[in-house]
């Protein structure tokens, strides 16, 4: 069992030739609705790869909210602690995505910002074998999420994303910290650069306050470094279309293979996978691969 905690918005989408300039006003394509949120996407990846998942959330009583549960029950994800609240609106993020597949993401949290620590409750993860958070909710709830996750016994991995500082305190609870170059140069006090050019080196470092650290490197794979030890997966080639939610399949894919009983290392490739196979398809959770997928796609690379 995985239990998520974390946000649920809804996705705005909508392709444009550039990225606007300041003051300026520009025409795109037609906008797609799709649902998000890294907690939710995150979730979703999680179940897809074949990981029984709770979500621990909150979206607004309003159609939003009511479609996203719809969603997370399609696929299979337990969200009995999904409220909706009186009186907020749902989160909703708008998207811009460019001819080269990058993106451009403003966030209204509406009632993500509403998840308290005391709506979090020891009861939420019975059974987990890995709780799995971001920060797109309030960092108390994040906190208390994580000293919850560990007094239950599972293993708490946390996706500083979006970036914030944190001091090493605040990672007592975590087993495994997931971060992109960015978010290792933001904890390290590095810049992206430095950690570009020597992301395991990075990693290592990471790995004196948090048992194991992974650092994603988009296509050029990731790093790791637990237990004293450290080393590279590379990533895969592919042709990308929108790159939205490939951090969030990875963190979900990571996490189910975690949950399997795999080493953070050995989950890495898994992982990758599903990252590489989340760029292929335009969306958030539409691009989230199912574990057939996965596994065919290892297959296929050898």
């Given amino acids: 069992m995985i239990v998520v905690v974390g946000s649920l918005n809804v996705d705005l989408v909508v392709r444009v030739p550039r ?3 300041a003051g300026e ?27 029984r998942t709770r979500m621990v959330g909150r979206v607004g009583n309003d159609d939003f909210g009511a479609w996203l549960a719809q969603g997370l029950q399609a696929d299979g994800v337990e969200h009995g602690d999904v409220r909706a609240l009186d009186g907020v609106p749902t989160g909703v993020a708008f998207i811009s ?22 709506d979090i409750t020891p009861g939420a993860f019975e ?23 560990r007094a239950a016994g599972a293993r708490v991995v946390l996706n500083l994303a979006p970036a914030q500082p944190l001091a090493a305190e605040a990672l007592r609870d ?45 296509a050029r ?5 637990e237990g004293g030890e450290s080393g590279t997966v590379p990533g895969f080639a592919v042709e990308a279309v929108d790159t939205t939610a490939a951090g969030d399949a990875f963190a979900g894919a990571l996490g189910a293979a975690l949950a399997d009983g795999r080493r953070v290392r050995d989950a890495l490739r898994f992982a990758s996978a599903a990252g590489a196979l ?21 297959e296929e690379r050898g």
């Fill in 278 to 298: 989340a760029v292929t398809t335009p969306g958030a959770q539409p691009s989230l691969p199912h574990a057939d997928a996965i596994n065919a796609f290892l």
């Fill in 127 to 149: 059974g987990a074998r890995v709780v799995l958070l971001q920060l797109e909710v309030p960092l108390a709830t994040v906190l208390e999420a994580a000293r919850l996750g």
């Fill in 19 to 21: 990225f606007p300039a």
């Fill in 25 to 51: 006003t520009l025409l795109g394509g037609d906008y797609a609705r799709h649902p998000g949120g890294k907690g939710a996407n995150q979730a979703v990846a999680a179940a897809r790869a074949g990981a």
């Fill in 221 to 225: 794979g990731a790093v790791w470094a």
């Fill in 174 to 218: 975590v087993d495994v910290l997931l971060v992109n170059e960015h978010e290792a140069a933001l904890l390290l006090g590095d810049t992206d650069d430095a950690v570009r050019v020597t992301p395991e080196r990075a990693a290592r470092r990471l790995g004196e306050v948090v048992p194991s650290v992974v650092v994603t490197l988009g």
């Fill in 97 to 118: 995505v460019d001819p080269d597949a990058q993106n451009c993401i403003i966030v209204s949290p509406g009632a993500n910002a509403r998840l308290e620590p005391s």
